[in-house]
């Protein structure tokens, strides 16, 4: 497998963040149900810098999809606070933080979200010509390389397997060089060896871009490569294991970045 390009090193405007990169504090979320209001999340508290690393973890229906969706600003929470690098998302507009988020994260949603009148070539290239990158094709192709879908670059999504639209969602969501990812089972429709693939993709964008990742995972082997676990039980926090962090410090990775960047 190849190696990230140098194109992978964020651009040089990028401030030293004072801030983690994610901060959730307190959140819950309940929605109206059938037969009243059911809670759906409770007491969701952590940060996480940037170049770290989090699997969250838990059975079928224990608010796993429902966290991503309010950490990522899609969804807004019942209470509590979510700030993306420094702004709090309840102080943004819908807009406001779209583009807020755009200029950040990328994901991979648990269904794919793949557009289907696209083939693979046009999906990967999408965010980057949204984006307004040069080249997009250049660099929508080394992508879909590097996930083994070269052979499938003119083929529509009803025409893949699940787990290669699996990887065209993965290759779209790293095309963009994004600071913070957010996989929902990113492994959840591969066999072993694409399986295998896909993490040390996410690992070497973390390692070698200082993407923070927050995964949502079934996978033992997954998860056991964060750096941090938080799992949940009936949308509340069963176990949380961080390793160390020094409040509103900045990562190692980002300092090393700021460095790279004023030099
Ligand atoms: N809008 C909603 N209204 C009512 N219940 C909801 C809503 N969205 C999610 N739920 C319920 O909230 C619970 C958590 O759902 P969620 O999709 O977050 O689970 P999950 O941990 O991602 O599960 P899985 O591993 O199966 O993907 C489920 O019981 C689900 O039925
Ligand atoms: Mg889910």
Redesign the pocket.
Request: proline share 0%; charged share 5%; net charge positive.
């Given at each position: 497998m190849k190696s990230p390009s140098t194109s992978a090193v964020p651009p040089s405007d990028i401030p030293l963040q004072a801030r983690p990169l994610l901060e959730v504090s307190n959140i819950a979320k309940c929605?109206q149900?059938p037969e009243g209001v059911?809670t759906?999340l409770e007491g969701i508290d952590f940060t996480l810098s940037g170049g770290e690393s989090l699997a969250i973890t838990?059975p079928?229906?224990?608010?796993?999809?429902?966290l991503l969706g309010l950490l990522a600003g899609l969804d807004t929470p019942t209470k509590g606070e979510i700030r993306l690098n420094g702004s709090a998302f309840s102080t943004l507009g819908e807009d406001q933080r779209a583009s807020h988020r755009g200029a950040t994260c990328a994901f991979v949603f648990?269904e794919f979200h793949l557009v289907a009148d696209m083939n693979v070539l046009e999906n990967v290239m999408l965010p980057l010509e949204l984006a307004g990158r040069e080249k997009p094709a250049a660099i929508a192709k080394d992508w879909i390389e590097r996930v083994g879908l070269s052979h499938r670059l003119r083929h529509f999504p009803a025409t893949l397997s699940g787990g290669e639209q699996q990887r065209v969602a993965l290759a779209r969501a790293f095309a963009v060089q994004p600071r913070l990812l957010f996989a929902d089972e990113p492994t959840g429709s591969l066999d072993h060896a694409n399986g295998k693939r896909v993490i040390d993709l996410l690992f070497e964008l973390n390692q070698h871009s200082g993407a923070a990742l927050v995964l949502?995972t079934h996978d033992p082997q997954l998860a056991s490569r964060c750096q941090h676990h938080l799992e949940l039980h009936e949308g509340k926090i069963m176990s949380k294991t961080f390793a160390h962090q020094k409040p509103g410090e900045a990562s190692d990775i980002e300092k090393y970045l700021h460095q790279e960047s004023s030099t």
């Open positions: 929605v149900g059911l759906l838990g079928s229906g224990s608010g796993k999809t429902t648990q949502v």
